[in-house]
């Protein structure tokens, strides 16, 4: 149990519809990073977010976006959804600002999204 | 830039045997390097990490992992395989930023 949750655990969504996934980061964390695992595939890093900013993004489109609020939960929004969208999407929280030996990411049970 | 490569997609073992699961990285700056593992229909799991403090990195459940820089591996090992250890593993590395770059998998499978 990491203390990562995420909601909803599945959805299914036609091409072209929008969606927004969510995100509770464990306490104490202010970094939150987004991945997306394709069945059969490793997690690939979507972007990241601290303190509210975008801190990093990976090779995605900018109909992927996401928000950071004050309690440091996030969402992850994707626009115009693409059959190639389904996905488990990951969700990782972790303490920006200390030494990077010591920077853990823990991560949530996933969002698991069908795009039909 | 910096990858990982795991060499096996599909490994298989028998109950008490060693488990010996690949991961090579490439790196243009000092890595940090780490094994998660992923239960079916669960997120992912820290097993360990390499921070350079040690190349012989022990994590949980028994496993361990060494880092060789000559060969730019970082393989996962564990001495006797339980049932309980199949599941899906994944090789991932870091650099200056927190941004985990994952190998594809190797689905571990634990025979009676």
């Known amino acids: 149990e990491t203390g990562v949750t995420q909601s909803p655990t599945h959805l299914i969504k036609t091409r072209g519809q929008q969606v927004t996934l969510r995100c509770s980061s464990q306490?104490?964390?202010?970094?939150v990073s987004w991945y997306q695992q394709a069945l059969g595939q490793g997690p690939q890093f979507i972007f990241q977010y601290y303190r509210e900013e975008e801190n990093g993004r990976g090779n995605f489109p900018p109909r992927f976006s996401g928000l950071q609020f004050p309690n440091y939960s996030s969402e992850l929004n994707v626009n115009a959804l693409e059959l190639d969208d389904s996905a488990l999407y990951l969700c990782?929280?972790?303490?920006?600002?200390?030494?990077?030996?010591?920077?853990?990411?823990?991560f949530g049970a996933g969002t698991r999204l069908s795009v039909l | 830039a910096q990858s990982v490569t795991q060499l096996g997609s599909h490994v298989s073992v028998s109950e008490g045997a060693l488990v010996l699961l690949r991961c090579n990285y490439s790196s243009s700056v000092p890595p940090y390097l780490f094994w998660y593992v992923q239960y079916p229909n669960q997120g992912l799991q820290l097993l360990l990490k390499y921070t350079s403090a040690a190349t012989l990195v022990k994590g949980i459940n028994g496993f361990e992992a060494e880092f060789k820089k000559s060969e730019t591996s970082f393989h996962l090992t564990k001495p006797s395989a339980h049932m309980s250890d199949a599941a899906e593993y994944f090789c991932?590395?870091?650099?200056?930023?927190?941004?985990?770059?994952f190998g594809t998998g190797t689905l571990l499978a634990v025979q009676p």
């Open positions: 306490s104490g964390h202010n970094t």
């Open positions: 991932a590395v870091s650099g200056a930023t927190n941004k985990l770059i």
């Open positions: 990782a929280s972790s303490v920006e600002g200390v030494n990077l030996a010591k920077n853990i990411q823990y």
